[in-house]
């Protein structure tokens, strides 16, 4: 998602030949989702605050009280 998170071109130099199969499955094995888990937020049922980094992105679940 930036240049350190969840980003498959930092392990892969463009001006590389195409990857080998062993190369391939080291990029594969790379290609994953950065995760960072946050403390369960209690909101006022109404409202809640979260703050991230520029850029980020959350994927929130919600469940009923």
Known sequence: MDATHSNIAAHWAGEEPWPDAQQLAGLRAA??????????????GAAFDIRLPMPGIARLRLRPA
């Open 31 to 44: 290609d994953v989702l950065h995760e960072e888990s946050l403390e369960e937020i209690a909101g006022d």
